[in-house]
């Protein structure tokens, strides 16, 4: 498979005549070297559905209308893409100081749950109130169940991707105990879930669409986390403590204030997911918070390199996928599996061209003369 | 077959049954991971390869008529993934956690996508031997029902502990997971070695399916993982990468899932989703006790990801 | 039939204007042209041929397939959540649907209360939600009181069982499932007073190592036969012929999965409604908002007996199925306890089985005498 991806990374730059002064090598390898992978992945899913008699080009044709064929559609992957902005950031910033974390599923569930919570002890408050307190309450339950694994890494040594995992079976009984106990709407009959946080608290979709907010405040927490990241004190050191963790006790960096910070922040996004799910989707809180996007979030944070800025098009790009998932099923008579199958080709590949970074030529030359 | 109730007593005799009958895959996945480990890899895509080797083998169980073809089946399926997983990884610069998890992706998607048309056949089951044939108590005959697969899975933990321990392979296997430059200075073939440990680890992981799918609960769906395969890639640290305490191990996990649903069955109803997370919240509390930040983890090769 | 006539009007003009949403969906070069054809939507929640719910109605879909005139579109698997507000939308949008069948309860409270006033030439049909005249006229809820079948499983249940102690796998405490329960365990009941239920909840609608280990942990208790309301019966059926015991299925017939242990099973019959309802709605004629109805009105029918049922309760039980019928046989009549020995029907008092909004009935929150078990609190 490394031959087919380095031999498709350079059919992508066909006409190298004039690289792009803003475009330099390195840029260009970040950005040519996964839509390789990614091509790659295609042309092995198009041969993966002939050999069920199905035409590869009608399977692309039905997923480019499904993704992006019309304003319909266009709404349909960006609404998909929203919460796994933020339960991406959840692998993502962790991911700095060198901790493998898939809990944003745990995450998830509890900053929906909490948010829940909020949204009904609030009913009467105004709605920004209402929201705003519903936020923080995810925020700070997302965060505290994922800075829970960065402490019981830090001070207990337990293996935090572990922990993280089970974790989120754990956040799930939690759940499905409180929705069908204590916290039960008694008027949720056949469908057991918590009293609705009110019509009048959700939070509205951006005026023209029917997307809701929290995608732009999903990308808008993406560009914070970058800037935290790439430009600040607190991003150089943890990139430090991520990279070398020896180097940084040698130079008296905190590390367990690190792993602590950047771990509560990315259960804190994945929390605020949660939230948002609550008050733009769901309305209440049930079983139906468990729809997997926190396990979307690892492919999505690892597809974008753990880059924050990067998450926003991966994120798009899945959303584009399930968006499209319908239209496969319904048509082409594809099994719902095929998009979990072509996201799974997609992942791989993508890891796969890890391998060719910084080792073709014209990116090294590129590199080497900027 | 059917007894006289028991009362109480069965919820013991349950959790003995239930170890055994819930054991068998967690055993053979955490047992193949064990080999990966000790070869300095981690495969956290076993999941995908458990559920992979669940459908395969039900498909070929169903289509020869023949369960223990369907059992060999898994294992090859499972082995072609392994082979996968440790190549991808071989290439420089490749995360081998990252590449387990997007085989996860793959491996369920696949098995998902291709079982479709064996949700509805029966397929030939797995037998059971039966080790309480001097009692009348149909409990406990129930619960000595051992099955063939769980009594191979509990031979080849010792085995396993000893092959690591003693044999030249062991030895050549653990040493590439200690060191990688050491293994390389003697003339080992590190790369080969971790390919074919990963190998083995997802042959033994198909055959930890199969049981899903051809003994209990003994059929295809798309639920018949309940993250049974990545748990068991837990239960291998948990159990410091020994085989014979990742066989401990098991049994513990197993018995711990069929609590939930026995004491139920005697009439203690109260949190029965917390009762069914109880496997989860026992690992977590048993690795918060035993794991310390003072020393690395006893049996941990040095060269695996995840504790470097 | 207790028509609504408001909603004939909304038919003949969204009728009128479903050419319309046809004629704008026709954007990409690969598209199919249904123009002349109705499009009649079906949406599950878990696989089509899971021996269980999703099955029903797929056989439901498969008989609104053979008739002329109508387009299809199925969709499996999808989720309670965005995924099935958006495959919606997208049979409506993309595929000029303009009749839906979202088959699974969670679906309905909030994603078909929201995705009807956008629609509104485009009719809902949501089984087992509960429609009020607060809500949007062009969501239609049905349901079947498939509670008489699992009266009858009772039945035979408590004849046939040689300990009276009987099983059952449940997936959560809510009112659709109680009534089955304790249906089940007054039927028993009515042909062996001291029978009693053991109820096993899995927390779950489709978790099949969790449902056989149920299963086992019931039969080691001593029952012999076992029944269950979970999505897919597949596994515990296939469990207790394992271990010897009696099974009564539900959803579909799973004889086929253990011929021997089936005794018999509360079956769904889409097959005769979902045709029924989509002939209406071609027709322009109002489809009812609400419609319930049980043996008497064929939206549920009981699998043919297995060769363990003895003569005897064969017999019993078809009497009581021939009074439910006729519709003048109630189950849930006063005076019934609670297993805590409250009275809960009063004597004289009865959750009668009628075509109306009985809230009383599908809110059902108590589990009768004879069933060892708990509600959570």
């Known amino acids: ?370 | 077959m059917i007894g006289e109730s028991i009362g109480l007593w069965s919820v013991p005799l349950a959790v003995l049954g239930g170890a055994i009958r819930v054991s068998t895959p967690f055993l053979f996945v955490s047992l193949g991971e064990c080999i990966t480990e000790k070869g300095g890899r981690i495969n956290l895509g076993l999941e995908g390869t458990l559920v992979m080797g669940a459908m395969s083998g039900y498909a070929v169980a169903y289509l020869s008529g023949s369960p223990w073809l369907g059992v060999a089946a898994a294992g090859i399926v499972g082995a072609l993934m392994g082979l996968l997983h440790g190549t991808i990884c071989s290439l420089p610069r490749v995360n081998d956690i990252a590449v387990g998890i997007a085989l996860m992706l793959l491996g369920v998607g696949l098995a998902d996508y291709l079982g479709k048309p064996f949700i509805q056949p029966a397929a030939p089951q797995l037998p059971a031997i039966d080790f309480a044939w001097w009692s009348t108590s149909s409990q406990l005959r129930e619960a000595l029902q051992i099955p063939g697969l769980f009594l191979i899975g509990a031979a080849l933990a010792p085995l396993l502990w000893w092959a690591l321990r003693a044999t030249r392979w062991g030895l050549i296997l653990r040493m590439v997971g200690e060191s990688t430059d050491a293994a390389r200075a003697l003339g080992y073939p590190v790369i080969a070695v971790r390919i074919i440990a990963t190998c083995v680890g997802g042959f033994l992981a198909g055959i930890g399916g199969s049981f899903l799918s051809l003994y209990y609960p003994g059929a295809w769906s798309e639920r018949i993982s309940s993250g049974q395969g990545i748990t068991a890639v837990a239960l291998v640290i948990f159990a410091r990468w020994n085989p014979e305490a990742c066989f401990y191990a098991s049994l513990l996990f197993g018995g711990a899932g069929a609590l939930g649903p026995s004491l139920q069955s005697v009439g203690v109803h109260a949190g029965y989703y917390l009762l069914n997370a109880a496997p989860y919240i026992l690992t977590l509390l048993i690795m918060i006790v035993t794991c310390s930040p003072k020393r690395t983890l006893i049996g941990a090769p040095a060269e695996l990801s995840i504790t470097r | 039939m207790a028509f609504d006539r408001l909603s004939r009007r909304r038919v003949l003009t969204s009728a009128a204007a479903l050419g319309a949403t046809t004629a704008l969906a026709t954007s990409w070069p690969l598209r199919r042209a249904f123009a002349a054809d109705t499009v009649v939507g079906f949406v599950y929640v878990g696989p089509h041929d899971d021996f269980g719910y999703n099955q029903s109605h797929a056989q439901g879909a498969a008989a609104v397939r053979k008739m002329t005139g109508v387009k299809v579109l199925e969709e499996e698997n999808v989720p309670e959540d965005v995924a099935v507000a958006k495959t919606m939308e997208s049979m409506i949008e993309e595929d000029g649907a303009s009749l839906l069948f979202p088959t699974s309860f969670g679906y309905f409270d909030p994603y078909i209360l929201r995705a009807a006033p956008k629609f509104t030439k485009v009719r809902f049909e949501h089984c087992g939600g509960l429609w009020t005249p607060q809500n949007p006229m062009n969501i239609g809820s049905y349901f079947g009181y498939i509670f008489e079948a699992q009266y009858i499983n009772g039945i035979i249940a408590g004849a046939a069982s040689k300990t009276g102690k009987l099983g059952f796998v449940a997936a959560k405490p809510i009112p659709q499932v109680l009534q089955n329960i304790n249906a089940f365990t007054l039927g028993a009941r009515l042909v062996n007073p001291a029978a009693s239920t053991q109820l096993i909840f899995t927390g779950d609608w489709s978790m099949p190592i969790k449902e056989a280990e149920a299963t086992n942990s019931l039969i080691d208790q001593g029952i012999d036969v076992v029944t269950m309301h979970v999505d897919s019966p597949k596994v515990v059926v296939q469990t207790a012929a394992k271990r010897g015991a009696m099974v009564c299925g539900y959803h579909c017939s799973q004889a086929a999965l253990a011929p021997d242990a089936y005794l018999t099973g509360a079956e769904w019959n889409w097959t005769d409604l979902y045709p029924k309802f989509v002939a209406m709605w071609m027709k322009g004629e109002p489809i009812p908002n609400f419609y319930r109805g049980g043996f008497k009105e064929g939206l549920i029918k009981q699998s043919p007996y297995g060769p363990k049922v003895p003569a005897a309760a064969a017999k019993r039980a078809d009497e009581v199925k021939a009074a439910l019928t006729a519709g003048d046989y109630v189950i849930f009549k006063g005076p019934i306890q609670d297993n805590t020995g409250k009275t809960v029907i009063a004597a004289g008092d009865a959750l009668i089985q009628t075509n109306g909004t009985d809230i009383k009935l599908e809110a059902m929150g108590f589990l009768v005498e004879g069933v060892l078990g708990s509600l959570p609190a």
């Open chain 1, 1 to 370: 498979m490394a031959e087919e991806i380095a031999a498709a990374v350079p059919a992508q730059r066909l006409n190298p005549h004039t690289p792009s002064r803003l475009l330099t090598g390195a840029r260009a390898g970040a950005l040519l070297v996964p839509t390789g992978a990614i091509a790659v992945s295609l042309l092995l899913f198009g041969v993966f559905v002939a050999f069920a008699r199905i035409n590869p080009l009608a399977v692309y044709g039905y997923m480019i209308e499904g993704a992006v064929g019309s304003w319909f559609s266009i709404q349909n992957t960006l609404i998909r893409a929203a919460p796994l902005v933020l339960t991406a950031l959840c692998t993502a910033l962790p991911a700095q100081v060198g901790l493998m974390i898939i809990g944003g599923e745990g995450a998830f569930v509890v900053g929906g749950l909490c948010a829940a919570m909020a949204g009904v002890a609030l009913l009467h408050a105004p709605p920004l109130v209402a929201l705003l307190a519903m936020a923080a309450a995810g925020i700070a339950a997302g965060g505290l169940w994922i800075a829970l694994v960065g402490a019981l890494r830090y001070w207990r040594g337990v293996n935090e991707t572990i922990s993280s995992l089970l974790l989120n079976y754990i956040a799930i009984a939690i759940l499905n105990q409180l929705v069908e106990g204590l916290f039960r709407d008694p008027r949720s009959l056949n469908k057991p879930a918590s009293p609705s946080i009110g019509d009048g608290h959700m939070l509205g979709n951006i005026p023209g669409t029917e997307i809701h907010w929290g995608l732009v405040i999903g990308i808008v927490v993406c560009v914070l986390a970058y800037i935290l990241i790439r430009h600040t004190t607190i991003g150089f050191a943890a990139r430090i403590a991520g990279g070398n963790p020896r180097a940084a006790r040698m130079v008296g960096l905190p590390i367990g204030k690190l792993i602590l910070l950047t771990c509560f922040l990315g259960g804190a996004a994945a929390g605020l997911a949660g939230a948002i799910e609550i008050a733009a989707v769901q309305e209440s809180a049930s079983a139906d918070l468990i729809a997997g996007y926190g396990y979307t979030g690892i492919l999505v944070a690892f597809l974008a390199r753990q880059n924050p800025l990067a998450v926003v098009p991966v994120a798009i790009l899945l959303g584009g996928i399930s968006a499209s998932g319908g239209l496969l099923q319904r048509h082409l008579g594809l099994p719902d599996a095929a998009t979990v199958v072509l996201q799974g080709m997609i992942f791989v590949c993508i890891l796969a061209s890890d391998t060719v970074y910084g080792r073709i030529a014209w990116f090294k030359t590129a590199e080497a003369g900027r």
